[in-house]
C-alpha cells in the first residue's frame, strides 16, 4: 500500500539511440503502447568501475505470448562503450552482485530445469553461467565475502518430501498464519563443491544479510517472524558473525529501511523513522559497530531519503523533497559541507550505485522517458540507456507541478497532465489518478502505468491530476503523519480542492470529472464515489478499502495500521472507524463505480471489494461492476491482467465523461477477437 514532483527542462538529457514506431503520427501515446513500455529495473557497478551490469524488464505482448509477468534481462556495459546483453530471452534475473575482483556476475534465476530459483555466476569477459547453489526452496537473496569464498544466501525452510504425497491423498489443511516456513540464513563454502549449505543460528526471521567489506561478520535484520506485518514495524539490525553470535545490536524504533556497510566496515549506515509511529524509513542513520550508538545524519523534516551508499567516508544518498529530487554526496568524518552531486530539477533518480573509484550510477525517470540509467558527471547527468527509442517519436503531453491551498490553507502539491491538444480557454474532462499508501508519493517523473494509463488518456483529451494528498512523503515527517486517525477527511478533500481549484481556472468541466487508485486510493476512490458523490461522474477502484472495521480483520498488516495510520484499534474507537468507512455512506452513492481486484489480495482482502459491491448494487441508486482477477494479488502482475486493468478503466471513464452514460458499457471485452487476429498475424507471417 505503499511517488513529489517538479517542472523541468528536458535539454540536459540526451537520446540514445533512435527509432521509430507506429505512434510516429504523433496522436500520443495508447494503450497498446503503455503495454509494451520497458525500463531499466537495476543497475550494478563493477567494484573497479570498469563495467555496469543493469537488468531491464521485457514486456509479454499480450494476445501473442503465453501469460505472465515481465521477463528480466540482464545487459553489461563496459564504461565508455556500448551495452553487451548477457543473458536475454524469456529469463527472470534478479539479485545482480558482483565478486569483489569484478571478475564474476552473480544473479538469482531460474534456469533450465530448475524447479526452484538458485544462485548462478557468470564470467564478465564471456563464458557460460554456471550455477553456484540451489536448494529446495526459493533463494530469496545473498551475499558474498570481500574473498569470495564464502557466501551467504537467504530461503524459507524447505517442505517436507512427504507434502506432495499428503496432497494427493488430500491433507492439504493449512493453519492460518501458523504454518508459514520461516525465513533463515545459510552459509555456503564456495571452496568445496561438496559441502552442503550450513544453516545459520541467528534468531528471528532473516530479512537481509550483508557480509562485511573487511571481514566475514554479518550485517543483518531480523524480525520476530517472517509475517509482513512483523518485517515493517518490529525490524531489527545487528552484526553477528558466522557462528550466530552477536557483535553488535543497535538500537532502533519503528520501520526501517536500507541497511550498508560503510567502506572501512566500521560503521553502518540505514535508513530509519523517527520513533514507532513514523510513516516511513526516510531518515539517514549512521551506528558505530564499536561502541554501538546510533546518530540522525539526515533528518527528514521536509523531506525523505530514498536510497544511499557509501564511498569512503562519505555517504552519498538520493533525497526526495517537495517535487523534486537530488543525489547528495556528505562527508562523515570530515567536517565540510554536503554537496549535491545532481541537484533538484534533474530527473527522479529512484536508486543509485557506486564503484570503489567513486563512479556513481543512478536510475533516473523523468516526464519524457521511464526509468534509464545514467551517470553522474562533472558536466552532470549523462544517458546510458535508451529502452524505448519508439518513444522518442511520440509526441507526449505537457506535465508540470500543480500547488493550490487546501480548504483549511493547507499548501498540497500534484502534477498535472494536459489534454494532448490543448487550447486555452476550453473546458476537459478531467481523471484524479490517487496513489496508495498514502506513505508514498508521485513525482514529477514518469507517471504512465497500466493502472494509471495517464499519458494515454491526455491523448484521448483529459485532464490527469495525480494529487500528493496530505500524509504523502517527501514533504518531511509532519507533513506525512497529518493523516494520523483523520482518516478520509481532509485528506480525501485535498484531491477535492484539486479538482476545485482546476474548474475555478476555467480548465476543467466540474460535470467530468472521474477519480481513481489503488490500495490507499482505491480508498479515495471509494470514499469520493459515496460519501463526496456529487463531485465525481465516475469511478475506479481498484485493491480499495470500503470498511475500515473489517479491513483490521482481513489484512496481514494490522499494527501497521494501527502505529501509523490509524493510531487506534477497532475495538477502542468503532464509531469513528465505522464512520470513516465508505459503506458508511453508501446511500449518497450515485457515481458509476467499476471495482476490480486480485483475487487473491492478502494487504486488501477481495472482500472490501465485495462488500461495496454488494451495497451499491442492492441499494440500486448508481452503476457498479467487480470485476476479480483469479491469482493477482495486491496488483496485477501479469500482462493480460494488466492489460485488461487498462482497457477496463479507460472504458469506464469514456462511458461516463464523454459519453452518454447511464447503464454501464458491456462486460465482455471480446478478447476472442482480439486473439484470433493475431493468430492470423502470426500466421501470414
Do not use: C
Request: aromatic share 10%.
Amino acid at each position: 500500500m505503499k511517488n513529489i514532483l517538479f517542472f523541468m527542462g528536458l535539454a540536459l538529457f540526451a537520446s540514445v539511440g533512435a527509432g521509430t514506431s507506429h505512434a510516429a503520427e504523433n496522436k500520443g501515446l495508447t494503450l497498446e503502447d503503455i503495454a509494451k513500455i520497458e525500463s531499466v529495473t537495476s543497475a550494478q557497478v563493477s567494484p573497479d568501475g570498469k563495467w555496469i551490469a543493469y537488468t531491464q524488464s521485457k514486456k509479454r505482448k499480450p494476445y501473442v505470448d503465453d501469460d505472465g509477468p515481465a521477463w528480466s534481462e540482464l545487459y553489461v556495459k563496459p564504461v565508455g562503450k556500448e551495452a553487451k546483453p548477457f543473458i536475454v530471452g524469456e529469463v527472470n534475473i534478479g539479485s545482480v552482485r558482483w565478486s569483489s575482483d569484478s571478475s564474476h556476475i552473480y544473479y538469482i534465476a531460474m534456469r533450465n530445469a530448475d524447479t526452484f530459483a538458485g544462485v548462478y555466476s557468470i564470467p564478465v569477459d564471456g563464458g557460460e553461467s554456471q550455477k553456484v547453489v540451489s536448494i529446495k526452496s526459493n533463494i530469496m537473496s545473498y551475499t558474498l565475502n570481500k574473498d569470495g569464498d564464502k557466501l551467504v544466501f537467504i530461503a524459507r525452510d524447505a517442505a517436507p518430501e512427504h507434502t506432495e504425497k499428503l496432497v494427493q491423498k488430500g491433507f492439504q489443511a493449512k493453519v492460518y498464519e501458523e504454518d508459514v516456513a520461516d525465513v533463515k540464513a545459510w552459509l555456503v563454502n564456495l571452496n568445496d563443491k561438496d559441502a552442503e549449505p550450513k544453516k545459520l543460528d541467528i534468531d528471528g526471521a532473516v530479512i537481509s544479510a550483508k557480509f562485511s567489506p573487511v571481514n566475514d561478520q554479518l550485517l543483518v535484520q531480523t524480525s520476530p517472524s517472517p509475517r509482513i506485518d512483523d518485517v515493517y514495524m518490529k525490524k531489527s539490525l545487528q552484526v553477528v558473525d558466522l557462528k550466530g553470535n552477536v557483535v553488535a545490536k543497535f538500537k532502533t524504533e519503528g520501520k526501517q529501511g536500507k541497511a550498508i556497510w560503510s567502506t572501512d566496515g566500521q560503521h553502518i549506515a540505514f535508513l530509519g523513522a523517527n520513533d514507532y509511529n513514523d510513516p516511513t524509513a526516510g531518515a539517514l542513520y549512521v551506528a558505530s559497530v564499536k561502541d554501538k550508538t546510533v546518530s540522525k545524519r539526515v533528518s527528514n523534516d521536509e523531506s525523505h531519503v530514498m536510497d544511499l551508499a557509501w564511498h569512503n567516508d562519505d555517504i552519498i544518498y538520493i533525497e526526495h523533497k517537495g517535487l523534486e529530487s537530488r543525489v547528495v554526496k556528505a562527508a562523515f568524518m570530515r567536517r565540510i559541507a554536503s554537496m549535491p552531486l545532481v541537484d533538484y530539477g534533474n530527473g527522479i533518480q529512484r536508486s543509485l550505485s557506486v564503484a570503489n573509484n567513486g563512479a556513481v550510477y543512478v536510475l533516473v525517470d523523468t516526464a519524457k522517458h521511464p526509468r534509464e540509467l545514467f551517470a553522474i558527471t562533472g558536466a552532470g547527468m549523462q544517458r546510458l540507456t535508451n529502452t524505448n527509442p519508439w518513444l522518442d517519436d511520440v509526441q507526449l503531453a505537457k506535465q508540470e507541478g500543480f500547488e493550490y491551498e487546501a480548504r483549511d490553507g493547507l499548501k498540497i502539491q500534484g502534477v498535472l497532465v494536459y489534454p494532448l491538444n490543448y487550447k486555452k480557454g476550453k473546458r476537459y474532462p478531467m481523471i484524479a489518478f490517487v496513489h496508495g499508501g498514502p506513505e508514498s508519493h508521485r513525482s514529477n517523473g514518469w507517471n504512465t502505468r497500466y493502472a494509471d494509463p495517464i499519458q494515454a488518456v491526455a491523448a484521448k483529451g483529459y485532464f490527469a491530476f495525480i494529487p500528493n494528498y496530505r500524509g504523502s512523503t517527501g514533504r518531511g515527517d509532519e507533513f506525512a503523519r497529518l493523516d494520523q486517525h483523520a482518516y478520509a477527511d481532509p485528506e480525501f478533500t485535498d484531491i477535492l480542492d484539486g479538482k476545485l481549484a482546476l474548474v475555478e481556472k476555467g480548465m476543467v468541466d466540474g460535470d467530468k470529472v472521474g477519480i481513481t487508485g489503488g490500495s490507499y486510493g482505491g480508498y479515495a476512490t471509494a470514499w469520493s464515489a459515496t460519501k463526496l458523490s456529487e463531485h465525481y461522474a465516475a469511478g475506479v477502484m481498484f485493491v480499495g478499502i470500503s470498511n475500515q472495521l473489517s479491513k483490521f480483520g482481513t489484512t496481514d498488516i494490522p499494527n501497521e495500521m494501527h502505529a501509523v495510520h490509524a493510531r487506534a484499534w477497532p475495538w477502542d474507537d468503532y464509531q469513528w472507524m465505522l464512520e470513516t468507512s465508505p459503506i458508511y455512506h453508501v446511500k449518497n452513492a450515485k457515481t458509476p463505480l467499476l471495482i476490480m481486484h486480485g483475487d487473491s489480495d492478502t494487504r486488501v482482502h477481495p472482500s472490501q471489494s465485495m462488500e461495496l459491491y454488494r451495497y451499491i448494487k442492492t441499494l440500486g441508486q448508481a452503476p457498479v461492476r467487480l470485476v476479480l482477477y483469479p491469482g493477482e494479488g495486491h496488483g496485477n502482475r501479469k500482462a493480460a491482467a494488466q492489460y485488461d486493468y487498462s482497457l477496463r478503466l479507460v472504458r469506464w471513464m469514456d462511458h461516463y465523461l464523454k459519453g452518454d452514460g447511464g447503464e454501464p458499457p458491456a462486460y465482455d471485452l471480446k478478447h476472442e477477437k482480439k486473439l484470433k487476429e493475431e493468430s492470423e498475424k502470426e500466421t501470414e507471417k
